[in-house]
């Protein structure tokens, strides 16, 4: 028995395993964090622009020498 939990204890194959888990995980929640704030900004930009096309004067851009 002795023998046996002293192979695991030796045995590092899992290791990588793991590690391999762990860096997955962490890019996974760089990309979905980049894309929250991504998100929250071009929102607020289509919204800018939306507001900006509702309220200018479209005849003053049509004929500008007016």
């Known amino acids: 028995m002795i023998k046996i939990a002293q ?3 030796i045995d590092e194959e899992g290791a ?3 590690d391999w888990v762990v860096l997955t995980a962490a ?3 760089i990309a979905i964090s980049a894309f929250t ?3 929250g900004g071009s929102d607020g930009m289509a919204d800018d ?3 900006f096309l509702t309220e200018i ?3 003053a851009l049509r004929n ?3």
């Open 7 to 9: 192979k695991f204890i």
């Open 16 to 18: 990588v395993t793991v």
């Open 27 to 29: 890019i996974i929640f």
């Open 37 to 39: 704030v991504i998100k």
């Open 49 to 51: 622009a939306g507001v």
């Open 57 to 59: 004067d479209h005849d």
């Open 64 to 66: 500008p020498n007016r």
